[in-house]
C-alpha cells in the first residue's frame, strides 16, 4: 500500500492523507471521499505509513499538474496565506494524453508589422531586461510592439501570454492578433461557451495556440514551453481578485517570469507607482493621431449641464459622434428621502441600493439583493424620494429625451453582458449607427472609436475623494484612458466636471510629473514604500466576528515590525447578512507580515496582501 498527502482543491484545510494500492506520480489529480462528499485533490508528497487509519483514494485521473505549477501554488499559498488547495484550485492540470504527443515547433510569420524607429528602440530594450515597463501614451503603438515581440518568442519555439483586463478583451484586439498570427490565437475568457473553451483547451493541449490571450485566469493555463508573458494595462484593478486567494496576477506574472526564466513585459499608457518605481521602464510619446485635443473644465456636481447639452447637440449637428463617461453603473447609486434623509439600503448588507430603471428595481452591487422600487419611505412614509447621483440609466434616458433624432445608447456591464452583444455595440458606433455612448469604466478599455470629437467625462471629484491611497492614481488615469478615446480621427474635446481643475489641469498631460510628485506623498507611508495587509472578518453572529478580530489583533502587538494602523468594523459594516471587521497592517517587508499573521491568525480571518479594496 502507498501512501500520499493530497491537497483538496478549492478547500481551506491542509494536506490529508489517503492510500493507493498503485503508486502516484506527484502532481496528480484525484479524487476523494471526504464527509460523504466526493472531491478533487492533487497529489503533493509520498509518506510512510500513518498511525492512524486512512481512505483509499476513489480514482486517479488522466490529468496531472506539472512541477512548476506546484511551485506557483506554493507561493500564492505562502504569500497570500491561504490553503495549498485553494491556490492549486486557481490552476488548470495538464493532459497527460497530450503530454509530449506534438513538440512545439517554431513558426515564422511573414511580418506585416513594420515598427518605427523609436517603437524598435523600446523594444531592443523591453528584451534586454527580465521585466520592464512599457509607458506608452494611448495610440502610441504599444499593440504592435508586443505582437513584434511575440513574432520573436514564436520563432524561437516557445509559446506567449497576453494578459489583459477582461474588459480590453474586445472584439477589434481578437481580430488585430487573428489578421496576424491566424489559428495560433487562442483568446480565452469567462464569456466561452463550453464547446469554445473545449476547443480553447485541445489547442493549447496539442500546442496549436502559441499566444493565449487572456484576463488573470489565463496566467494559470497549462502552457508547454512558455517564453514570454506581456501584462498589458498593467496598473488596472480587475488583475486583483476579490476573492480567497486575493492574489494580483500583475504580481503572479512577475513572479512566473522568475520561475520559467522568461521576460515579463508591463504596459500602460498610465502605469502604477509601484511599477514605476521597481522595474527600469520604456518612455513612448505622442500617438499615430495627429488630431488635436482640447480640454474644458466645469465646476459642476455630476450633472448634465446646460454647457454639456449644449456641445452634445453641437456634436450632433456637425454629424459627428459623443461618448459620455460616469463612474457609476445603474440609475443612481442611492434612493434618499428629502424629508427625513433615510437612504433605502439593503436588507442583508450596510449599503445603499442602486435603482435599475430597465427592471424597475433596487439592486445591491455588493449581495446582489432585489427589491421593487418603494413609492414612499420606509422610516417616515413621505413619497419625496429622490436619488443622489447620476448614473448610466438616467443618463441616457435624460439625453434621448432632449435629443429625439440621436441613437444613444448604455455602455456598461448591464446592457453589454456578452461578447456578441460588445461586438455588435461597436460596430453600429463605428458604422456611424449611433451618435452617442454612455458607460462606466468600458468606455475607457482598449475600444477604437474612430469618429469621436467629444468625450464627456463625469463624476471625477467622487473617484478623487474616495478614501483610498490611491484615489488620485485612479482619478487621473480614468481620465487619461476616457480622454484617450477620442480625437483619434479628428480634432476632439473633452469636457471633464470638476471642482479640482488645478489637479487635473496639471497633470491631464504630463502624467510622468503626476508619477514623481506622488513618490513624496507615499513615501514612509504607503505601497510600494510600505507593505499593507487587510485581515478581514466576517460572520452573521457579529460578537463572534468583532471577538475573533480583537483576539488576533492582540496577538499582533507583540510584533513590533508590524504597525496596526487600525482596526474595528469595515466601513461597509455587513454584507450578504454577514458583519464584517478588519485590521490594517503596514511594514517595511512582507516576510514580518507573513511571519506575524502565521503566529496570530484565527479560523475566522481572511488575508488581502496588498490590498486595494478599503470597504
Known sequence: MHYYNISILGSPLGALTYQSKTPIQIGTKVSVKLRNRVLFGVVILQRDKPNFKTNSLLEITAFRYAPKQILLAKFISSYYICSLGD?????????????NSQPISSVSYESKIKLSSIQNSALSFLNKYKVSLLFGDTGSGKTEIYMKDFERTIAEGKRSIFLMPEISLTPQMSKRLEEHFGESVVMWHSKLTPKKKKEALAKIYSGEAKIIAGPRSALFLPIEDLGLIVVDEEHDDSY??????????????????KL?????????????????????HFRLKGGHFSAKKSFMYEKNVETLSPLILHHLEDTLVKKEQSIVFLPTRANFKYLICQDCGHTIKCEFCSVGMSVHQHSRALKCHYCNFTQAIPQVCPECHSAHLTSSRLGTAEAVQNIQELFVNAVVEQFDRDVITT?????????????KKSDILVGTQMLSKGHDYHGVTLAVVLGMDNMLNMSDYRAREKALSSLIQVAGRSGRAKDAQVIIQTFNEDFFKEYIEKY?????????????????????????????????????????????????????????????????????????????????????IRATKVDLAEIDMDPIEFG
Open 512 to 596: 510622468e510629473e503626476f508619477l514623481e510628485s506622488e513618490k513624496e506623498f507615499r513615501k514612509e507611508l504607503y505601497p510600494p514604500y510600505k507593505k499593507l495587509c487587510r485581515i478581514l472578518f466576517s460572520d452573521k453572529n457579529g460578537l463572534k466576528a468583532r471577538e475573533e478580530m480583537q483576539k488576533m489583533r492582540d496577538g499582533l502587538t507583540a510584533f513590533r515590525e508590524v504597525e496596526i494602523v487600525g482596526a474595528g468594523k469595515c466601513a461597509i459594516e455587513k454584507v450578504a447578512n454577514k458583519y464584517r471587521f478588519e485590521i490594517l497592517l503596514r511594514s517595511d517587508k512582507s516576510t514580518d507580515i507573513i511571519k506575524a
Open 87 to 99: 491556490a492549486l484550485n486557481l490552476m488548470l492540470a495538464y493532459d497527460t494524453s497530450y503530454l
Open 260 to 280: 520559467y526564466d522568461i521576460n515579463v513585459v508591463l504596459g500602460s499608457a498610465t502605469p502604477s507607482l509601484g511599477s514605476y518605481v521597481k522595474f527600469p
Open 419 to 431: 461578447a456578441n452583444k460588445l461586438k455588435k455595440a461597436l460596430k453600429r458606433f463605428n458604422d
Open 240 to 257: 486583483k481578485s476579490s476573492s480567497r486567494p486575493r492574489y494580483n496576477a500583475r504580481d503572479i506574472a512577475i513572479y512566473m517570469g
